[in-house]
């Protein structure tokens, strides 16, 4: 199983990206916590685990695309570790596609490298004119209910078993979905751990599955509230606004206290215009445990919130 | 440009045929998925309590009443996926629709429905369903591959956007855009939440959760920052209020709130965009009569050749409440 770690810039690259050390990137009081947990029991099933992957760039916003200079900095850091590169792409405009594509170009020029979609209109463009690039198929592709205020109950009460069988599931399940993959040249899917359980069965059709511990997104809009901060009242939560990456500066932390069941301490996190749930320890064992049986072929460790972005 | 209005019984349709709605959308939902999934898992992205017919009879009463009319009924598949068990009855569910209902158009989110649809050589159309989030040009091309016939774009998507989108490809299909009532705060086709009752819709249970803000850096916020931050969230808030139509309110001539687009009614008609969406399937028959007669009136005004400034004060008079409108927060578009 491959171990792939979530980086910021080239800089984090050329320091030590032991498991250990993570913690001393800026993760934040907050959610320190589940990232010790998290490596705790990375080192607790897995031993001292090496990061021989890299993700860069950003999934959920397209103002958080890197540039061209930046990208090609963590390319030639990369290379120098000896590590490869997973070019995550969140979904786009047409003006997102365009400043993709000179990243594209940098990437087709470094070798074969590895792109994540969120977009099948960034598919498209990779398809067409840069095939030498691999893609993957991107977590917001996949449309599994990931709904923590609820799904865990689901998981915990007397659900129908058809119910929970389809909530554990996605399109990924049905063989004329892996095949259609597999044709456009995509045989790796992301995933997150779902609050009710993932079932990964779809891996023995061959496809390949990425996981992300220990933060699963929840929602994610164009509007985003931190950008309304520099606006005018009127003029605020608009599609798309540009920004001056307020999202960079906090985050917002939700406890569920207005919850009709038991889970009134559970909390969420809104960074820029994505909401994320943090893993609890009996999801974290659950994966691991898959992971262990073979059906995840890697882990991308995120110390935090995948937001992030390197000013130019 | 065509009125396009949602349906939910038989009993809607003269009013609605005769307030102006030129297409329908609807949902049904037989009992066998009901007892098999219950209400945990939606067929077509609205609860089962509400806003889809229950069978095939009534939905072919409705279908043969409004070709009648002489307007088009189409029929929302659109979950964001089917697992192999569902796509298997999705499909016979799908060949029942074309062939014993005969419905105009099958709307459609998941991509491997579509695919398989797309196979299936129906009568029916295809609609890319705004879940699939087509922001893109890019996104089209690679959706055209399944043969649609129109692709309803996001409410995320800016007239600049619809625009650039339109032009590419307006040889190709038909974009439909939303027009009125139902926002949504974030981008529906990647919202992994449900709005079962239980919980409600996530933006609008946020709005009444505790909250904390934390500085990055590891420093702590200092009382000007954190003042400014709580005065957007509280701004924030406000907007989600005017997502969630004003707090399900309505003027006091009893007209809905909402999400609206009239002001780009001219914009859409210049553009041409070929359908405008009213939003609300589990909308009451009132709703929805006043929404379609809204619409209608604005594109009625836009047809007759009526200049864009007077069409956008027409229709901010008839939301009847100015206040709202230059909030700023209940459009759907900047015009």
């Given at each position: 199983?491959?171990?792939?770690?979530?980086?910021?810039?080239?800089?984090?690259?050329?320091?030590?990206?032991?498991?250990?050390?993570?913690?001393?990137?800026?993760?934040?009081?907050?959610?320190?916590?589940v990232?010790?947990?998290?490596?705790?029991?990375?080192e607790?099933?897995?031993g001292?685990?090496?990061?021989?992957?890299?993700?860069?760039?950003?999934?959920?916003?397209?103002?958080?695309?890197?540039?061209?200079?930046?990208?090609?900095?963590v390319?030639?850091?990369?290379?120098?570790?000896e590590?490869?590169?997973?070019?995550l792409?969140?979904?786009?405009?047409?003006?997102g596609?365009?400043?993709?594509?000179?990243?594209?170009?940098?990437?087709?020029?470094?070798?074969?490298?590895?792109?994540?979609?969120?977009?099948?209109?960034?598919?498209?463009?990779?398809?067409?004119?840069?095939?030498?690039?691999?893609?993957?198929?991107?977590r917001l592709?996949?449309?599994?209910?990931?709904?923590?205020?609820?799904?865990?109950?689901?998981?915990?009460?007397?659900?129908?078993?058809?119910?929970?069988?389809?909530?554990?599931r996605?399109?990924?399940?049905c063989?004329?979905?892996?095949?259609?993959?597999?044709?456009l040249?995509?045989?790796?899917?992301?995933?997150?751990?779902?609050?009710?359980?993932?079932?990964?069965?779809?891996?023995?059709?061959?496809?390949?599955?990425?996981?992300?511990?220990?933060?699963?997104?929840?929602?994610?809009?164009?509007?985003?509230?931190?950008?309304?901060?520099?606006?005018?009242?009127?003029?605020?939560?608009?599609?798309?606004?540009?920004?001056?990456?307020?999202?960079?500066?906090?985050?917002?932390?939700?406890?569920?206290?207005?919850?009709?069941?038991e889970?009134?301490?559970?909390?969420?996190?809104?960074?820029?215009?994505?909401?994320?749930?943090?893993?609890?320890?009996?999801?974290?064992?659950?994966?691991?445990?898959?992971?262990?049986?073979g059906?995840?072929?890697?882990?991308?460790?995120q110390?935090?919130?995948?937001?992030?972005?390197?000013?130019? | 440009?065509?009125?396009?209005?949602?349906?939910?019984?038989?009993d809607?349709?003269?009013?609605?045929?005769?307030?102006?709605?030129?297409?329908?959308?609807?949902?049904?939902?037989?009992?066998?998925w009901?007892?098999?999934?219950?209400?945990?898992?939606?067929?077509?992205?609205?609860?089962?309590?509400?806003?889809?017919?229950?069978?095939?009879?009534?939905?072919?009463?409705?279908?043969?009443?409004?070709?009648?009319?002489?307007?088009?009924?189409?029929?929302?598949?659109?979950?964001?996926?089917?697992?192999?068990?569902?796509?298997?009855w999705?499909?016979?569910l799908?060949?029942?629709l074309d062939?014993?209902?005969?419905?105009?158009?099958?709307?459609?989110?998941?991509?491997n429905?579509?695919?398989?649809?797309?196979?299936?050589r129906?009568?029916?159309?295809?609609?890319?369903?705004?879940?699939?989030?087509?922001?893109?040009?890019e996104?089209?091309?690679?959706?055209?591959?399944?043969?649609?016939?129109?692709?309803?774009?996001?409410?995320?998507?800016?007239?600049?956007?619809?625009?650039?989108?339109?032009?590419?490809?307006?040889?190709e299909?038909?974009?439909?855009?939303?027009?009125?009532?139902d926002?949504?705060?974030?981008?529906?086709?990647?919202c992994?939440?449900?709005?079962?009752?239980?919980?409600?819709?996530?933006?609008?249970n946020?709005?009444?959760?505790?909250?904390?803000?934390?500085?990055?850096?590891?420093?702590?916020?200092?009382?000007?920052?954190?003042?400014?931050?709580?005065?957007?969230?509280?701004?924030?808030?406000?907007?989600i209020?005017?997502?969630n139509?004003?707090?399900?309110?309505?003027?006091?001539?009893?007209?809905?709130?909402?999400?609206?687009?009239?002001?780009?009614?001219?914009?859409?008609?210049?553009?041409?965009?070929?359908?405008?969406?009213i939003?609300?399937?589990?909308?009451?028959?009132?709703?929805?009569?006043?929404?379609?007669?809204?619409?209608?009136?604005?594109?009625?005004?836009?047809?007759?050749?009526?200049?864009?400034?007077?069409?956008?004060?027409?229709?901010?008079?008839?939301?009847?409440?100015?206040?709202?409108?230059?909030?700023?927060?209940?459009?759907?578009?900047?015009?």
């Amino acid at each position: 199983m491959d171990w792939s770690i979530h980086v910021n810039s080239e800089f984090e690259i050329r320091s030590d990206l032991s498991a250990l050390e993570v913690l001393s990137l800026d993760t934040g009081s907050k959610l320190t916590p589940v990232v010790d947990l998290t490596r705790r029991l990375i080192e607790e099933y897995f031993g001292s685990v090496a990061f021989t992957r890299c993700a860069y760039g950003n999934e959920f916003c397209e103002h958080l695309i890197p540039s061209a200079q930046q990208l090609k900095a963590v390319l030639t850091a990369a290379h120098d570790r000896e590590m490869s590169v997973t070019f995550l792409t969140p979904y786009v405009s047409d003006a997102g596609i365009e400043s993709l594509k000179p990243l594209f170009e940098l990437l087709d020029q470094d070798g074969a490298g590895e792109v994540v979609f969120n977009d099948w209109g960034v598919l498209n463009l990779l398809r067409r004119e840069f095939p030498r690039l691999r893609p993957v198929q991107g977590r917001l592709m996949n449309k599994s209910l990931r709904d923590p205020r609820v799904t865990g109950v689901y998981a915990s009460s007397q659900a129908p078993a058809p119910a929970l069988v389809s909530l554990r599931r996605s399109n990924l399940d049905c063989a004329s979905y892996t095949g259609f993959l597999s044709a456009l040249g995509v045989d790796s899917v992301e995933l997150d751990n779902l609050p009710q359980g993932v079932d990964l069965s779809f891996a023995e059709n061959g496809v390949k599955a990425s996981a992300y511990v220990p933060f699963g997104f929840i929602s994610t809009s164009r509007i985003c509230m931190a950008a309304g901060i520099h606006y005018d009242k009127r003029d605020k939560f608009q599609p798309g606004a540009p920004c001056h990456h307020e999202c960079q500066t906090h985050l917002l932390e939700y406890t569920y206290t207005n919850t009709p069941f038991e889970n009134r301490d559970q909390k969420f996190y809104l960074k820029g215009n994505s909401y994320f749930y943090v893993h609890t320890e009996a999801m974290l064992r659950a994966l691991f445990d898959q992971s262990r049986s073979g059906l995840i072929d890697r882990i991308v460790f995120q110390p935090r919130l995948p937001m992030i972005w390197e000013r130019g | 440009m065509k009125v396009l209005a949602p349906i939910s019984s038989y009993d809607e349709l003269e009013m609605l045929a005769a307030s102006g709605a030129e297409e329908f959308y609807c949902g049904i939902v037989p009992r066998e998925w009901l007892d098999r999934y219950t209400g945990a898992v939606w067929l077509n992205r609205r609860s089962p309590k509400g806003g889809s017919l229950d069978t095939m009879s009534e939905l072919k009463r409705l279908v043969d009443g409004a070709h009648r009319l002489g307007i088009p009924v189409f029929l929302t598949l659109n979950a964001p996926y089917y697992t192999a068990e569902q796509m298997t009855w999705v499909m016979e569910l799908a060949r029942r629709l074309d062939g014993e209902a005969g419905v105009d158009a099958l709307i459609v989110t998941d991509i491997n429905l579509l695919m398989q649809l797309s196979q299936a050589r129906l009568n029916a159309a295809l609609h890319i369903s705004s879940v699939a989030a087509t922001l893109n040009t890019e996104a089209i091309r690679f959706l055209l591959q399944f043969g649609p016939s129109r692709i309803i774009l996001p409410r995320s998507l800016t007239i600049h956007e619809i625009e650039r989108i339109v032009n590419a490809t307006r040889d190709e299909l038909e974009i439909e855009v939303f027009m009125l009532n139902d926002g949504c705060a974030f981008e529906e086709g990647f919202c992994s939440t449900t709005h079962h009752h239980t919980v409600g819709a996530f933006c609008t249970n946020l709005s009444e959760m505790d909250t904390e803000f934390e500085r990055s850096g590891g420093r702590e916020l200092t009382r000007r920052q954190n003042f400014r931050l709580r005065r957007n969230l509280t701004d924030y808030r406000e907007w989600i209020w005017y997502v969630n139509g004003n707090g399900c309110g309505s003027t006091p001539n009893g007209l809905p709130y909402g999400p609206c687009g009239l002001c780009a009614i001219h914009d859409f008609k210049r553009i041409g965009v070929a359908s405008l969406k009213i939003v609300g399937r589990e909308a009451s028959p009132f709703k929805k009569l006043a929404s379609v007669r809204m619409v209608r009136a604005i594109v009625d005004q836009v047809r007759s050749g009526s200049e864009k400034l007077v069409t956008i004060e027409r229709a901010k008079s008839l939301r009847g409440d100015r206040e709202h409108c230059d909030s700023g927060y209940m459009c759907y578009y900047k015009v």
